[in-house]
């Protein structure tokens, strides 16, 4: 995962109703290492100056880690994790607050930059994928004690912390064809989500939402029933894990694979896991019990499936070996997902209207898709070309297209797009391949017709179809399924070392670990 989401809210809903909530998990997908423990210096020498760390030119103050302290040993109290000795328990926080510094500075150098509507319009959706409405949401985030401006605040930070990761490490995850092919070898029963346009995706998001306001207003004295998912059954898991630096030598790999061992050993004893994880792991979880997720198996890493496929809810695995360190792995609960049952819902609740579910194809017969040929002319935007100036250039040019000049000869001279050279042509276009926008305009134009301009968040557009023809694309949905799939058990790693990469550039004065003192 990239950071904690903010409260149990999120697990609630996450197990209650859908796993592809689009910030939580974004919000769970990938994490960084926590740093290991080293002992504190005197107070004296410590915090003479009132600063717990330096990161780049971005100071951590104690009133600032304080203040996070809390908040942390809030929300581990509410989840019964036990906290860790107060030494131990601030370097983590501490650890936790340099991460985020280094995410949030990577994130304003990109220019990446998420606004209200973007918050809007993600806790709309986390309401609408758990069968409520956002004033619902909103009590139960405030019932929980948590304040809805922080709630929001939070959800932005996610949304960053989502585009970070496709940026810079989503994109760079390598999956070759020999990989595809045998994950298909394995996974001959793979589901593939339908391919829907943005028009149907459209018609599908108005129809649930015209469910929920009928409900609304016909006030149905109902109850949300408990329902069994179809889905695969999910793990919810926690890690301890001990971290072996890279180029250790056979000596401290021994020496690691003690101390996991003797972890191990507590844990048989009766020790508490959530309480050993926040102690003595080095996992970036290690505040949260060290609480990975829940997820289907096929979504774990390998290494992790392998262990926890035959581990009962509440059982432990022995001590595992990666590429990062010791693991040992405790399977907190596994099931099939089901709809919550509020503990206090009023006689007069509505029962939530469940979110439509997108159609999925299972190899039974062929998968037809219709395609567009399209192209487009692309003018973007920035200090220098408002709005109104891209609009205006492009209307010039659909003039000129309607008086008889070529849409690709004026593409090749104006398009700001790589497509320009080709005189803008796409090329054959599946739905979704575009963005909702784009697709929307195109999809109300016929063969030959040239649209409007349309906006994006690429600019202004002029599209002209083709054509359009309908095609068998199982085999290539296949791959492109099992392309997610792979991307989805490697991202976390990779994740990891993007972020070691950031830590390893940046300057980091961390006053309370020594070993993190004026490095870059």
Same mark, same amino acid.
Do not use: C
């Given at each position: 995962?990239?950071?904690?989401?903010?409260?149990?809210?999120?697990?609630?809903?996450?197990?209650?109703?859908?796993?592809?909530?689009?910030?939580?998990?974004?919000?769970?997908?990938?994490?960084?290492?926590?740093?290991?423990?080293?002992?504190?210096?005197?107070?004296?020498?410590?915090?003479?100056?009132?600063?717990?760390?330096?990161?780049?030119?971005?100071?951590?103050?104690?009133?600032?880690?304080?203040?996070?302290?809390?908040?942390?040993?809030?929300?581990?109290?509410?989840?019964?994790?036990?906290?860790?000795?107060?030494?131990?328990?601030?370097?983590?926080?501490?650890?936790?607050?340099?991460?985020?510094?280094?995410?949030?500075?990577?994130?304003?150098?990109?220019?990446?930059?998420?606004?209200?509507?973007?918050?809007?319009?993600?806790?709309?959706?986390?309401?609408?994928?758990?069968?409520?409405?956002?004033?619902?949401?909103?009590?139960?985030?405030?019932?929980?004690?948590?304040?809805?401006?922080?709630?929001?605040?939070?959800?932005?930070?996610?949304?960053?912390?989502?585009?970070?990761?496709?940026?810079?490490?989503?994109?760079?995850?390598?999956?070759?064809?020999?990989?595809?092919?045998?994950?298909?070898?394995?996974?001959?029963?793979?589901?593939?989500?339908?391919?829907?346009?943005?028009?149907?995706?459209?018609?599908?998001?108005?129809?649930?939402?015209?469910?929920?306001?009928?409900?609304?207003?016909?006030?149905?004295?109902?109850?949300?029933?408990?329902?069994?998912?179809?889905?695969?059954?999910?793990?919810?898991?926690?890690?301890?894990?001990?971290?072996?630096?890279?180029?250790?030598?056979?000596?401290?790999?021994?020496?690691?694979?003690?101390?996991?061992?003797?972890?191990?050993?507590?844990? @048989?004893?009766? &020790?508490?896991?959530? %309480? *050993?994880?926040?102690?003595?792991?080095? $996992?970036?979880?290690?505040? #949260?019990?060290? /609480?990975?997720?829940?997820?289907?198996?096929?979504?774990?890493?390998?290494?992790?499936?392998?262990?926890?496929?035959?581990?009962?809810?509440?059982?432990?695995?022995?001590?595992?070996?990666?590429?990062?360190?010791?693991?040992?792995?405790?399977?907190?609960?596994?099931?099939?997902?089901?709809?919550?049952?509020?503990?206090?819902?009023?006689?007069?609740?509505?029962?939530?209207?469940?979110?439509?579910?997108?159609?999925?194809?299972?190899?039974?017969?062929?998968?037809?898709?219709?395609?567009?040929?399209?192209?487009?002319?692309?003018?973007?935007?920035?200090?220098?070309?408002?709005?109104? @100036?891209?609009? &205006?250039?492009?209307? %010039? *040019?659909?003039?000129?297209?309607?008086? $008889?000049?070529?849409?690709? #000869?004026?593409? /090749?001279?104006?398009?700001?797009?790589?497509?320009?050279?080709?005189?803008?042509?796409?090329?054959?276009?599946?739905?979704?391949?575009?963005?909702?926008?784009?697709?929307?305009?195109?999809?109300?134009?016929?063969?030959?017709?040239?649209?409007?301009?349309?906006?994006?968040?690429?600019?202004?557009?002029?599209?002209?179809?083709?054509?359009?023809?309908?095609?068998?694309?199982?085999?290539?949905?296949?791959?492109?399924?099992?392309?997610?799939?792979?991307?989805?058990?490697?991202?976390?790693?990779?994740?990891?070392?993007?972020?070691?990469?950031?830590?390893?550039?940046?300057?980091?004065?961390?006053?309370?670990?020594?070993?993190?003192?004026?490095?870059?």
């Amino acid at each position: 995962m990239m950071r904690h989401p903010a409260g149990m809210f999120f697990l609630a809903l996450v197990l209650g109703s859908s796993l592809a909530l689009p910030v939580a998990s974004a919000a769970q997908t990938g994490a960084a290492k926590a740093a290991k423990s080293s002992h504190a210096q005197p107070p004296a020498q410590q915090f003479v100056d009132g600063i717990a760390a330096i990161v780049n030119k971005q100071v951590i103050t104690l009133s600032q880690l304080a203040d996070k302290q809390v908040q942390v040993r809030q929300q581990m109290k509410a989840q019964n994790i036990p906290v860790p000795q107060e030494d131990v328990f601030k370097r983590q926080v501490l650890q936790q607050m340099i991460n985020a510094a280094l995410q949030d500075q990577e994130a304003a150098r990109v220019g990446i930059q998420v606004s209200d509507a973007q918050v809007q319009r993600a806790v709309q959706s986390i309401a609408q994928r758990n069968g409520i409405t956002v004033d619902q949401l909103k009590n139960e985030i405030v019932r929980s004690g948590m304040d809805w401006d922080q709630y929001q605040s939070e959800i932005r930070t996610q949304i960053q912390d989502d585009r970070l990761r496709q940026r810079f490490v989503e994109d760079r995850i390598s999956i070759s064809d020999s990989d595809i092919d045998a994950f298909l070898q394995t996974h001959q029963d793979l589901a593939v989500p339908v391919p829907l346009t943005a028009g149907q995706q459209q018609q599908i998001q108005q129809q649930h939402e015209a469910q929920i306001r009928q409900q609304q207003e016909q006030q149905v004295a109902a109850q949300r029933a408990a329902m069994a998912n179809a889905g695969p059954e999910l793990f919810e898991v926690a890690q301890i894990l001990i971290e072996v630096p890279d180029y250790a030598s056979n000596e401290v790999v021994a020496q690691k694979r003690k101390e996991a061992e003797a972890i191990l050993r507590k844990l @048989k004893s009766g &020790a508490d896991f959530a %309480g *050993l994880a926040a102690a003595s792991s080095n $996992g970036p979880q290690a505040l #949260e019990g060290g /609480k990975m997720g829940i997820r289907p198996l096929k979504d774990w890493p390998d290494l992790f499936a392998r262990t926890i496929k035959d581990i009962p809810p509440g059982g432990v695995s022995g001590v595992i070996q990666s590429g990062r360190g010791f693991h040992i792995l405790k399977v907190l609960r596994r099931g099939y997902a089901q709809r919550p049952v509020p503990k206090k819902a009023p006689v007069q609740q509505p029962a939530p209207v469940p979110a439509p579910q997108p159609p999925v194809h299972t190899g039974a017969g062929p998968m037809m898709v219709t395609q567009t040929h399209a192209r487009h002319i692309l003018i973007k935007t920035d200090k220098v070309t408002s709005d109104e @100036k891209a609009r &205006a250039i492009l209307e %010039g *040019l659909r003039n000129r297209i309607e008086h $008889g000049e070529s849409f690709a #000869e004026l593409a /090749k001279r104006y398009s700001q797009d790589a497509s320009a050279p080709k005189g803008g042509d796409l090329g054959w276009l599946n739905p979704g391949e575009t963005v909702p926008a784009f697709e929307l305009a195109m999809g109300h134009l016929k063969k030959g017709e040239v649209s409007e301009p349309v906006k994006t968040p690429f600019g202004w557009h002029l599209i002209q179809v083709e054509d359009r023809r309908s095609k068998n694309m199982e085999t290539e949905f296949r791959r492109i399924q099992a392309r997610r799939e792979l991307v989805q058990r490697r991202i976390g790693p990779a994740y990891e070392d993007w972020l070691d990469q950031l830590r390893s550039q940046a300057y980091i004065d961390n006053r309370l670990d020594h070993t993190q003192s004026g490095t870059r």
